[in-house]
Structure formats: C-alpha cells, structure tokens
C-alpha cells in the first residue's frame, strides 16, 4: 500500500474544549456533532482532497488534543506545518491566554508557519452578546501584532467556516507541481472563510 501524500499541512491548536474537533467537523464532513463532548486523546490526523482547478490536492489536518496533559505532544503535531490554525472560545477567556501561548510557540520554534487566529462558539454570542469574554478588537489589535489573520466562526452554524469556493481561495505558490499560472489567489466573498484561514500562504 503507498503511503498518502500530503500536499500541506494544517495543525489545529488551541485550550481543550475551544472546538477544534468541531471546526474540522464542519470543514470535512459538514455536520456538528451533539452529545457530550469528548475530548481529543493525542491528536486526530483527517486528509481532505481539494480540487484545485484540474488537479487535486491533499490536505493534511491535524487536530491536536487542547488538555495540557498532550502539551509535548503537540508540539509533535506543527512541526513542519503550513499552517496553524490557533483556536480560542470568544466565551472562554482562558482560552485567549492559550491561544496567546501556542502563538509564542510557534513563532520560537516554527517561524515558516502561517498563523490564523480563530475564535469559536460566534453562535452562542450572537444568542446573547453577555456571553462574549473576548472582545473582538482586542482580538483583532493581537491578530494584527502577529501579522496574522483573524476569524470568527461557529462550527454550529457554519459561519465563516466555508468550503465552497476554496480552490479560488488557496494559494498554492509553494505546492509541487503546480505552475505559476495555477496560483491565482481570488478571494472573491469568501477571504474570511475557514479554508482560508487554513490554507493561504503570503
Ligand atoms: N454552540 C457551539 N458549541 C460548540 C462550537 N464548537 C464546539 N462546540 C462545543 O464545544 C465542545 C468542545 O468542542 P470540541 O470540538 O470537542 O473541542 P476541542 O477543542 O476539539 O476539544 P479537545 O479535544 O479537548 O482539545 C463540544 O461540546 C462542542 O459541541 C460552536 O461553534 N458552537
């Protein structure tokens, strides 16, 4: 059997209970999972095929556990990301002391990794605005200090967390075997979605 090939790699990371699993939930098999919550042991690998005009490429995701107990073995889990996407709950305030933390790391010991900023759960806040623990400048003012992008989602709705349009959103300069005329980056409507979160290298 051969070995699968990824194309690029995307870690998940961020506090237990932020919605990592539920963001790649709603990305690769668009649904939200209801029951108790469960928590990620380790780390959970998911490929996802992308079109990319006539070629198809891979994406390898993977959803780190957020319980500090797994903290060594995440750092497993980045190491020669693409990018990170760093998770925190807009209703969680500790979550963003987290959040702020795997920043740090990543830039200490993975400077090629694009980071995006995500904050979860915009649902329970668009319920009831009291719930908010993070306000969305500050979050903005910290995204902005790191040179990253910020979103906000809700794997519930599946706000900002789009997959429809991604083959325009990606940009695959860097990928094998694909040709500058390939590369095209057009963010049309959808520069906020998840996949561009994920996925969109400067
Ligand atoms: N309302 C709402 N609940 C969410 C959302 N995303 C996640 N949740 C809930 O938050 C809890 C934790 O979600 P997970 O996706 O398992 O969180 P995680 O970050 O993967 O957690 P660990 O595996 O422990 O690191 C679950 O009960 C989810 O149903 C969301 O967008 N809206």
Redesign the pocket.
Request: with cysteine.
């Given at each position: 059997m051969s070995a699968m090939r990824v194309d690029a790699k995307v870690v998940?990371l961020?506090?237990?209970?932020?919605?990592?699993?539920?963001?790649v939930?709603r990305y690769v098999h668009h649904r939200?999972?209801?029951g108790?919550?469960?928590?990620?042991i380790g780390a959970a690998f998911v490929a996802k095929p992308i079109q990319v005009g006539e070629k198809v490429i891979t994406l390898g995701i993977w959803?780190?556990?957020?319980?500090e107990r797994y903290e060594a073995m995440s750092r497993i889990y980045y190491r020669g990301a693409r990018a990170a996407l760093v998770?925190y709950d807009m209703t969680d305030s500790s979550s963003f002391q987290r959040a702020r933390f795997w920043v740090k790391e990543l830039q200490n010991c993975e400077e090629h990794c694009k980071i995006y900023l995500c904050g979860?759960?915009?649902?329970?806040i668009e319920g009831d605005r009291s719930q908010r623990q993070i306000d969305h400048h500050d979050a903005q003012d910290f995204a902005d200090e790191i040179g990253a992008l910020h979103f906000e989602?809700?794997?519930?709705?599946g706000n900002n967390v789009g997959d429809c349009y991604e083959y325009k959103l990606l940009n695959i300069k860097s990928l094998p075997g694909f040709s500058a005329e390939e590369t095209g980056v057009d963010l049309g409507q959808k520069k906020d979605s998840y996949f561009y979160s994920c996925c969109h290298n400067n």
């Open positions: 998940m961020g506090k237990e209970s932020v919605g990592k699993t539920s963001l939930e939200f999972l209801v108790p919550y469960q928590n990620t959803d780190t556990a957020g319980s998770c979860t759960k915009s649902d329970v989602t809700s794997s519930k709705t």
